[in-house]
């Protein structure tokens, strides 16, 4: 069987624009259809671009015709349009629009019409008097919308002949505004004239435009049937809104409300409105603004504009339309916040304020929006009276609506029915229909256990009567799990002891959990009550010191030591360890007394001294740590040198203390950087990873790190000592230029020469980790120090190095605020050489801030001329440019300068262009 051949629909062909020359009435056959290709919009432009080119060449008859049939066509689309000037001005440039009102007011004004334009509209004929409105509503309208500061429009319809587009294009349309501007006088004139007027008018058809162009004697003879009708209400009422607005523009506000009362006024005269075209968002805000309401044809005034009425009359009826809105749900919250703030500044104490907190609130619930809990709080304790009103703002809003609606407002009470007072007036208001008998049982039952008071271990309850045990102590025990004050657990410990004299509780959380050594001396202990003091105390800190609590961590801990100090030694001075950590943590620099810094210094060189003694619990690795940054921090570097005990972390604080107190000398702490750098190196080695003996013990070889990469990141972040972030911010810096062997990318640092230049084996070491971690570090003292030149410095370079140039520049200007006294001085040459300069520049010249890199080509020595010869010939430009010319001093660009805008005014003849010449001298 052979396939069928199903046959190709052929694809229409598009009409082109020059078709129509050829057969001018197949244009309103086209345009009839609704999907015509191409569309008015398209033929519109094409008619009035291709008039344009040919304007420039009407050496023959031929061509004569030619434009004139364009300029008809174009007409005719125009008034297919209806005249509609928002839907032409969406259709054409600027220009183009100027152009097809220009031609069409010509059309009219033909000598063997005899009519002359005369100030009063009346003896106008229909088609004159329509070719004339619409120039001069368009013209106001031109006015209006380029008196604000726009984009300038992407060119993508035809171009502009004779040259650039976008040049072109903008010289046009501001010569077209300037003439525009030029008579506006004229155009208001007209404008107002024409009010007066009170016959029905026409407006031109396409067959109007061709009788008028082509048959001039036919289109006498047309009678009015033939004519597209308007009436006088829909000819004043647009012109009534186009005045208004430019009253408006021009700040006459009581002009403005005159027109625009009387638009509202014949609105109901208007129906089915063919040539007025009103924005009614517009109208709307431009009545609002002059005080007027706005209401559409046959309806009621909004329940926003009911609200902005009764606003103006005291809050009239106020209450009533709020809760009318929380059923119809029209205004949105942010105006309903308005109205509550408005009423807070005038009546702030005021039971209506209540009220309209509690119709938002109500809204609010209803929306789902989460409740100011100052609102909440305020209804509990508000009047009897207010707690009435709330229930019948609730009823009135759910009594009719779905079940979803009444669950919200259900649970939003159970929320709040902690409040007796509350719940009476839900008891005694229709509000008691949403709640079954059950629900509404167990809401009384709820306030009922609330209003008892605070559980207490003192008093004989009915669970003690009742000798119910086990109940009795997890009531305890979960008092036990939330509090953190150390006489409370002493009580409730001692009630628990009491009832079960024989078991310890310090197994209730799987999160208590402290160090062995500290458990294997508890555990000794006899008294389990004292083991459980002890044991609860050391957890408790545990906790406040991770939420910063540090005084309860304190006042804990000292708890624990008194309990201790008479049957362990050896546990009450690892406790006092654990108190000097928690003095630390609370401590900031700069806020001791110098016996209270002897006092610190002596006791964290006591914690350190029993690091690795036999006959003392060794401190946490995080007590050391802590005790060793607070010699740092205060520069103590003998101090830190004289610890004998060297776990890792005393290693590192060890190293840096030997370069920072020579670090004056740079000859003299070489050695020391040496073997700080290598520890650095190790760390950030792909091989830096535990080595494990036999027995499974770490093992300690010859090359391992000193410490785990995030421990050491941890560490050096703590450190608020200035020199020692400079030395280990240097220290990676250097590290990281090494490792990426980039001369031009390389990042700044304060001691370039106290470093090696080279690393053994380059290939171990991660250099991902030390760029992240060297970043990470510059970021954190800069926080910490935010005025520090060099680190600044060092921060624009790593913004350099990853092409993020706007953050370079910002921090390049931050690092020479300070010496340059914000730039009053010149910028040290030791801070900004040669090659920051020309780092700025490239940072510019990468953001199209073209103007700037030729400033700035002016600090390089010798000035770099063809740089900035090159920058000012650049036609895209994002900086300041006109406001930046008076910082030239160099006379070699100033001069090339002054060269280029005079070609811009021999070119454009641009008065902007004239102003920034006139300003360079």
């Known amino acids: 069987m052979e396939p069928q051949i199903i046959p190709r629909v052929p694809t229409p062909v598009p009409i082109l624009w020059f078709e129509f020359l050829l057969n001018q009435n197949q244009l309103e056959t086209h345009l009839s259809d609704p999907d015509a290709d191409p569309s008015a919009s398209q033929l519109l432009m094409q008619f009035v671009d291709q008039s344009i080119k040919a304007q420039g060449n009407l050496e023959t008859s031929v061509q004569v015709k030619k434009v004139r049939d364009l300029k008809i ?11 509609n000037l928002g839907i032409i001005q969406e259709s054409l440039p600027l220009y183009m629009v100027h152009k097809l009102l220009k031609d069409f007011m010509e059309l009219v004004s033909n000598p063997e019409l005899k009519e002359q334009v005369m100030t009063t509209s009346d003896r106008l004929d229909d088609h004159i008097l329509m070719a004339f409105m619409l120039f001069n509503r368009w013209s106001v309208r031109v006015i209006i919308e380029n008196s604000y500061p726009t984009k300038p429009p992407k060119i993508t319809g035809p171009q502009a002949p004779n040259g650039n587009a976008a040049l072109n294009v903008a010289g046009i349309n501001d010569m077209v505004i300037k003439t525009v501007r030029d008579m506006t006088n004229e155009s208001i004139q007209f404008m107002e004239n024409s009010l007066s007027m009170a016959r029905d008018i026409t407006i031109p058809t396409i067959e109007t435009i061709h009788k008028l162009s082509y048959e001039f004697p036919a289109f006498l003879e047309m009678s009015l049937s033939d004519h597209c009708h308007i009436s006088n209400a829909e000819f004043i009422q647009q012109l009534c809104f186009d005045l208004g607005s430019y009253y408006f523009h021009c700040g006459q ?11 509202l006024d014949i609105n109901s005269q208007v129906q089915d409105p063919v040539y007025c075209d009103i924005n009614k968002q ?3 805000g431009l009545c609002a603004a002059c005080n007027l309401d706005f209401m559409p044809q046959g309806s009621q005034p909004s329940l926003e504009q009911r609200l902005a009425s009764s606003l103006k009359e005291e809050y009239k009826g106020l209450i009533d339309l709020l809760i009318e809105d929380n059923i119809l749900k029209e205004v949105t919250l942010q105006y309903r916040q308005l109205i509550q703030h408005d009423v807070h500044s005038k009546q702030p104490t005021s039971d209506l304020y209540l009220q309209v907190c509690t119709c938002n609130a109500v809204r609010q619930i209803m929306d789902g929006v989460p409740l100011n809990p100052k609102y909440i709080q305020m209804l509990k304790t508000a009047s009897k009276e207010n707690i009435t009103f709330f229930t019948m703002v609730c009823w009135k809003t759910v009594q009719n609506s779905d079940d979803r609606l009444k669950e919200k407002i259900k649970l939003f009470i159970r929320t709040i029915s902690s409040s007796s007072d509350v719940l009476r007036a839900i008891g005694s208001s229709e509000l008691k229909q949403l709640f079954t008998k059950d629900e509404f049982t167990e809401l009384i039952f709820q306030v009922d256990n609330q209003s008892r008071p605070a559980f207490s271990v003192r008093s004989n309850t009915v669970l003690q009567q009742k000798a119910n045990k086990a109940l009795y102590i997890g009531q305890i025990e979960q008092q036990l799990l939330t509090t953190n004050q150390h006489q409370r657990i002493q009580t409730l410990l001692t009630e628990l002891h009491r009832v079960a004299p024989n078991k310890r509780h310090s197994g209730l959380s799987e999160l208590w959990k402290i160090d062995k050594s500290y458990s294997f001396i508890i555990d000794g202990m006899g008294n389990k009550k004292l083991q459980d003091v002890v044991f609860l105390m050391l957890v408790k800190s545990r906790h406040c010191l991770q939420i910063k609590d540090f ?16 049957t362990s030694l050896k546990l009450g001075k690892a406790i006092q360890h654990e108190i000097l950590h928690v003095d630390i943590c609370a401590l900031k620099l700069g806020q001791q007394t110098a016996a209270e810094k002897n006092n610190m210094t002596h006791r964290a060189m006591g914690c350190l001294g029993t690091i690795q ?28 040198l004289n610890v004998k005990q060297r776990p890792p972390v005393v290693q590192v604080g060890q190293m840096l203390s030997e370069i920072c107190k020579d670090i004056s000398n740079i000859n003299s702490c070489r050695r020391q950087a040496k073997a700080l750098w290598d520890s650095f190196v190790q760390i950030f080695s792909s091989s830096n990873q535990l080595k494990r003996s036999a027995n499974g013990k770490p093992a300690n070889k010859a090359g391992q790190a000193l410490m785990n990469r995030m421990e050491f990141l941890s560490f050096i972040q703590l450190i608020e000592e200035p020199t020692v972030m400079s030395v280990i911010a240097s220290c990676l810096i250097k590290l990281h230029n090494v490792l990426k062997d980039d001369a031009g990318n390389e990042v700044y640092h304060q001691y370039p020469n106290l470093w090696p230049t080279t690393i053994t084996n380059v290939s171990s070491v991660v250099t991902d980790a030390v760029t992240s971690g060297m970043t990470q570090y510059v970021q954190h003292i ?87 010869f090159k920058a000012l010939q650049e036609r895209i430009c994002y900086d300041a440019m006109d406001c930046l010319y008076h910082c030239f001093w160099d006379m070699g660009i100033l001069e090339y300068l002054i060269c280029i805008l005079n070609m811009v005014i021999c070119i454009c003849g641009n008065p902007t262009s004239h102003d920034c010449f006139r300003a360079l001298f």
């Open 73 to 83: 066509l174009a007409l005719k689309v125009a008034a297919h349009m209806k005249w």
């Open 551 to 566: 005084k309860t961590a304190r006042s804990l801990l000292t708890t624990a030591f008194d309990a201790v100090k008479d």
């Open 613 to 640: 003694s036999d006959r003392d619990i060794p401190p946490r690795p995080e007590i050391v740590e802590r005790c060793l940054l607070y010699l740092l921090n205060y520069g103590m570097w003998f101090t830190v």
């Open 282 to 284: 517009k109208l709307k």
């Open 782 to 868: 800069i926080q910490h120090n935010p005025h520090q030149s060099s680190w600044l410095k060092s921060q624009a370079d790593i913004h350099y190095g990853d092409s993020q140039h706007a953050a370079a520049i910002k921090f390049y200007l931050q690092s020479a605020m300070l010496p340059s006294n914000f730039f009053t001085s010149p910028v040290p040459k030791q801070l900004w050489d040669d090659a920051v300069y020309r780092r700025i520049i490239k940072c510019c010249s990468y953001l199209k801030c073209h103007t700037q890199v030729a400033v700035f080509c002016q600090f390089l020595e010798p000035v770099d001329h063809p740089t900035a």
């Open 253 to 263: 506000i009581e002009k403005t409300a005159g027109m625009l009362k009387k638009a």
